[in-house]
């Protein structure tokens, strides 16, 4: 998400995400919404938080992970495909999880 706007994006000859998986109910890519589609992007404008949070777990559920990119490095992408320069700004938002490995002693 970058400035209120989610951008869904594939790259390396990926398939896009069928934008149907996203239900009505979201108002995501439905007629009320505002948002555009590219062979590569899809971008939605002013996404509420309740939306951005059940789109991620739709988008996880089909494969897609976060990452961070500059605006106009997705804003290129969007227009011509540049996947080079999009690849150069992507920065995976990585969850990490912290273990404890517990040992017993011996006597």
């Not at 869904?8 to 505002?34: K, R, V, W």
């Not at 897609?64 to 920065?91: C, H, K, N, P, S």
Request: proline share 2%.
């Amino acid at each position: 998400m970058e400035d209120g706007n989610l951008y869904i994006f594939t790259t390396m000859g990926d398939q896009m995400l069928n934008l149907n998986a996203f239900p009505g109910e979201l108002n995501l890519f439905e007629a009320e919404s505002s948002w555009r589609v590219s062979p590569w992007v899809a971008v939605v404008e002013d996404v509420l938080q309740r939306q951005l949070e059940k789109a991620q777990i739709i988008l996880q559920l089909h494969g897609y992970e976060r990452v961070d990119a500059q605006r106009d490095a997705l804003e290129a992408y969007f227009i011509g495909g540049d996947e080079r320069r999009l690849m150069q700004t992507i920065t995976v938002s990585e969850l990490v999880e912290v273990a404890t490995i517990e040992g017993s002693e011996k006597d």
